[in-house]
């Protein structure tokens, strides 16, 4: 499926000012239709004001909205084949979960027949029909963000928009739903948009993620791609830890603090930065071949699954798997293979 078909959405020189503030700023992005899709991004660049454009609560400066190849920027909220998970789930606290998931289908008139069964489909594949007659304060975190969820999906939008919907559920429970939603999301096989500031999030559920920075996108591509790949420092650093490593080009590399470090690809500037992440830096009794750095360590921290080492020289953070026990003072050789070493595009 594509931008062209059904829930296919396409964002075309989106430009929103308030006031002063450039709050989205040149945004043209695809997302083809079935893609779960998330705008990522520190607080205050402009992804909530995206999504409220997409859903029709704001209306944009400059720009156009197209779903399945039409022309929607400006039609009116309620007409858009678009519906809202909002952060606060806006339940209505008076009225039972049946109540709550039917309202939108009541409000339009659906026969009682038809709202028993499409209410009944969405409470069942939420794991929700046992709750069906509890009102929202009867329920936990969780079990009140599915039932948000329930009464946007039982409108069956063709694109469904999720205003991080997680952020008010405890770490462990938020791991849970983020996977549910995914799930959810194959199942339905409709498009979903999320918002999100919490990049474990985003990697998790994502087809593909815009990382989003002072109202623009400044990178997108499936979570490994900008994971892998990052192309500034800022996404470098806001997508999981890095090692950024400044240096000089000289023949066949940088001239580094470190000292001399092969590159794999010739960089676009004569001065600027490479990034490694630390679990990509190995560790060796002996020196290595290449890119070998005799590493002491400084501090240990114990993370469950594996170590964070902060080692001199550096500071630079590596991740050590091993069941060898680290202490500080201890030294050990570190390679930073070359095709390892991420060449960052700004300088
Ligand atoms: P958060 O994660 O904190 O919600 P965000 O990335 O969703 O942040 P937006 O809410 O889109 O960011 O806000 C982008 C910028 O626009 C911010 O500087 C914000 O203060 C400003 N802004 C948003 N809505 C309004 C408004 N109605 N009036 C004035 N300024 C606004």
Redesign the pocket.
């Known amino acids: 499926m594509d931008s062209e078909s059904g829930g296919g959405l396409v964002l075309q020189g989106m430009n929103k000012h ?2 002063r ?1 450039h ?1 989205v700023r040149d945004v043209s992005l695809e997302v083809p239709a079935g893609e779960f899709f998330t705008l990522l ?1 520190p ?7 995206l999504l409220r454009i997409i859903a029709g609560l704001e209306m944009p400066d400059e720009g156009r909205v197209l779903l399945g190849g039409k022309d929607i920027t400006d039609l009116p909220a309620t007409r858009r084949q678009v519906n809202t998970v909002f952060q606060s789930y806006a339940l209505f606290p008076h009225l039972t979960v049946f109540e709550n998931v039917a309202f939108g289908l009541r409000s339009r008139k659906f026969p009682q027949d038809e709202i028993n069964e499409r209410v009944g489909k969405r409470l069942e594949m939420l794991g929700l029909e046992e709750m069906a007659q509890r009102r929202p304060d009867q329920l936990s975190g969780g079990q009140k963000q599915r039932v948000a969820l329930a009464r946007a999906l039982v409108n069956e939008p063709e694109v469904l928009l999720l205003d991080e919907p997680m952020s008010a559920l405890d770490a462990k429970l938020r791991a849970q739903v983020q996977v549910e939603l995914r799930r959810l999301q194959q199942k339905l096989g409709r498009t979903f948009i999320l ?1 999100t ?1 919490d990049q474990d999030e985003a990697m998790v559920v994502s087809d593909r993620i815009a990382v989003m920075r002072d109202g623009a996108v400044i990178q997108s591509g499936t979570p490994e791609e900008v994971y892998d790949a990052p192309r500034t420092r800022f996404v470098a650093e806001f997508l999981g830890a890095a090692n950024l490593i400044s240096g000089k080009v000289v023949d066949g590399g940088l001239q580094t603090e470190l000292g001399f470090l092969h590159l794999e690809e010739t960089p676009p500037w004569s001065q600027g930065t490479v990034a490694i992440r630390p679990e990509w830096i190995r560790l060796h009794e002996s020196p290595p071949a290449q890119n070998g750095i005799r590493g002491r360590v400084r501090e240990v921290i114990f993370r469950g699954t594996d170590y964070d080492l902060w080692m001199e020289p550096g500071p630079l953070r590596v991740r050590s798997h091993t069941y060898k026990h680290f202490k500080p003072g201890d030294e050990i050789w570190l390679e930073l293979a070359p095709d390892e070493l991420v060449v960052l595009h700004e300088a």
């Open positions: 308030f006031g503030v709050a991004g607080s205050g660049c402009g992804k909530t004001t918002v500031h």
